[in-house]
């Protein structure tokens, strides 16, 4: 139990929010800020001028002033000014990007992923912080990896996952800091969480407070949004959802269970159902193409695996009654190819008051959304303390 | 998105700080109140001057004051004239109390359930309201079902539930007029929400903030605590774990599903499996005792339903990544004769990550937690807004 906040915490309280509001919405007038933050106007123009002090939001006529009267000023973030890293270490490319605040990218680059996926990360920083102009704010970098990542230190497990995100904070830190007389901090999660994050803060999920995003691949992983904040669990780990056993006669799973959900609908359930070989989001794109060509094996593997994809978000339906399932990764494709089945079970397996209000959607944000999820991770600090991180 | 608060707003939370710390840990000396929530003396010494004119705490010297120097007040919550109504309806017993702020049960009812169960409820606050003193308080009833129990407006689902909620919002909410110029309000709620709130509270979790409990009867319920607050879901159902599907294979459930959880470690599913007639608690009670008694079918019977608790627990660790699991009702009794076979299941079936800071527990609060969580549900607003809510 802790005490009400004092006039200072306040203060940056409402800074974060008004910065964040801009970051999220974008170029917003003064009017409309001092009437959805329910603040005044003189209190707007001061945070405002605290901001835009500290290089982080400028202010400017609106282009386009139709009405008599003096115009309410545009509070605008300095996308060019302030930026993050943003990172994804996929099971087959890794995707690095400059974004700036209000979620611009500045520069991408994206490769299939190699063996040592720390060199390129750190080569594209190199290069990107030579051609930076004078006077930017780098406030961060955020890394999703597909693995399992802890929230409070971001130590990354299962199999050298440990290994690769300490040696992706060494790298990037000492990338970061060649530049500066100190390394912004760099922040790991998972990709599921930041799908998550990022579809329920500029995609689809906007406004929903309740959210479950499914990112596929060779396995499955969960983000998990409950009452508007990242469901973490004790130790971050919220959200293991592929390792949810659904068919206890079903096949071993490489965490040493049996039966588990990405079993039966990550990509390898998939390919062998329709008897395929290869691997990776192509080959698993090609089978619902075959499927939706009138190959009769392809069509009834997308329809096994969309059964299991509905049993699974049926249970996952009852436990958590969320408003908003998201089907992203290579669930994207198996979800669009299978939603008749996906509804069926459903509707035979989860409570009607579970399931009555749930929307099915794909992510706005595409294979893009981790991405964006990792910039928003790197902007968090920021958006708690905008004075203190930018000047940090 | 939403500005930090006015000072008004601050005064209300800290006032709402202040008392539900003593309703929480007891009396307490201001010394501490004023260490415990970082606000300086004079203003722990308004705060309460504040309560206590509205009647919700007294001062008192310390009872032992051993230390030479002027002793600090103590802060005691006014327990016997500001009360609450607690009520559970459960599969067979209905319980009805009268607990007093700090959570002091003053007087308190249990009698077998019968048909009609809003009748000796509303006989029971008639008769013990006709005995409490002149100028108390009652802030409002909290109700603990069986059943699910919608949040944001407190209706109930499933069967005659809906039903059974009116006529108890109707008819608590009469009888509790008739004393007064308006009704305090009558809120419902799922056993295991409520036990979960209570056990958080004042039980085995308190300084747990990810809490899965478990309830079970004829059905099995969840409570679901995610970073310190119950995680609810869109329209109040989280927590339906009773319908995780365990064994595609499994008996048809009443929801109209197969193989759900509840079906395999429900009371129904342990008397089956030792070839008992019966029902109820007492019945699981006789097969775990003719179990540890040696009788063979039913100590097969108890690890067999140990074997399926495991199972849905080992699911529920991979996807909330919880610090504690509760067994309360008759789960306690399954979980307390079967932890072997619980634990089995659940290192073999969840991620070391997800399960190795996990601890099994029974609720210190016994069978009373959901009374316990009632009574919490009803005292929730006077610890929002206690000067608002005591003068309403």
């Given at each position: 139990m802790r005490a009400g906040p004092t006039q200072e915490e306040i203060r940056r309280h409402n800074l974060g929010t008004l910065?964040?509001?801009?970051?999220?919405?974008?170029?917003?007038?003064?009017?409309?800020?001092?009437?959805?933050?329910?603040?005044?106007?003189?209190?707007?123009?001061?945070?405002?001028?605290?901001?835009?002090?500290?290089?982080?939001?400028?202010?400017?006529l609106p282009r386009d002033h139709g009405r008599t009267g003096r115009p309410s000023l545009v509070v605008r973030p300095e996308h060019e000014r302030v930026y993050a890293y943003a990172f994804t270490v996929e099971v087959d490319r890794l995707t690095a990007a400059r974004v700036g605040l209000g979620g611009k990218v500045l520069d991408r680059r994206e490769v299939p992923r190699p063996a040592d996926v720390v060199a390129p990360l750190v080569e594209f920083i190199r290069e990107t912080e030579a051609s930076v102009p004078a006077g930017t704010t780098c406030v961060g970098s955020g890394v999703a990896v597909c693995a399992m990542a802890r929230h409070d230190d971001g130590r990354v497990y299962l199999g050298d996952a440990a290994v690769l995100e300490e040696a992706l904070a060494a790298g990037l830190g000492g990338a970061l800091s060649e530049s500066r007389t100190s390394a912004p901090p760099v922040t790991v999660r998972n990709v599921a969480d930041l799908a998550a994050l990022a579809e329920h803060t500029r995609?689809?999920?906007?406004?929903?407070?309740?959210?479950?995003?499914?990112?596929?691949?060779?396995?499955?992983?969960?983000?998990?949004?409950?009452?508007?904040?990242?469901?973490?669990?004790?130790?971050?780990?919220?959200?293991?959802?592929?390792?949810?056993?659904?068919?206890?006669?079903?096949?071993?799973?490489?965490?040493?269970?049996?039966?588990?959900?990405?079993?039966?609908?990550?990509?390898?359930?998939?390919?062998?159902?329709a008897d395929r070989d290869g691997k990776g989001r192509q080959a698993v794109t090609d089978v619902v193409d075959a499927a939706r060509r009138g190959?009769?094996?392809?069509?009834?593997?997308?329809?096994?695996?969309?059964?299991?994809?509905?049993?699974?978000?049926?249970?996952?339906?009852?436990?958590?009654?969320?408003?908003?399932?998201?089907?992203?990764?290579?669930?994207?494709?198996?979800?669009?190819?299978?939603?008749?089945?996906?509804?069926?079970?459903?509707?035979?397996?989860?409570?009607?008051?579970?399931?009555?209000?749930?929307?099915?959607?794909?992510?706005?944000?595409?294979?893009?959304?981790?991405?964006?999820?990792?910039?928003?991770?790197?902007?968090?600090?920021?958006?708690?303390?905008?004075?203190?991180?930018?000047?940090?």
């Open positions: 910065l964040r509001y801009v970051h999220v919405r974008g170029p917003t007038s003064r009017a409309e800020l001092t009437a959805s933050l329910g603040l005044n106007r003189s209190t707007i123009g001061a945070l405002t001028a605290d901001l835009a002090a500290a290089g982080l939001v400028t202010e400017e995609g689809v999920a906007t406004g929903c407070d309740n959210v479950i995003y499914l990112h596929g691949d060779a396995g499955i992983g969960g983000g998990i949004i409950a009452a508007g904040r990242a469901m973490t669990g004790h130790r971050g780990h919220g959200g293991e959802v592929g390792h949810m056993v659904v068919n206890p006669q079903g096949r071993a799973c490489g965490c040493g269970s049996q039966g588990c959900w990405e079993t039966e609908i990550g990509e390898y359930a998939l390919l062998r159902a190959d009769v094996v392809a069509q009834a593997a997308v329809r096994q695996v969309g059964r299991w994809l509905g049993f699974g978000v049926a249970n996952l339906v009852n436990i958590i009654n969320p408003e908003m399932v998201i089907f992203g990764g290579s669930l994207r494709e198996v979800y669009l190819a299978s939603a008749a089945q996906v509804r069926e079970r459903l509707t035979r397996m989860a409570l009607p008051a579970c399931r009555q209000h749930v929307r099915l959607r794909t992510p706005d944000l595409g294979d893009d959304a981790p991405l964006f999820g990792a910039a928003e991770l790197a902007f968090e600090r920021l958006l708690a303390d905008p004075l203190d991180a930018a000047t940090s």
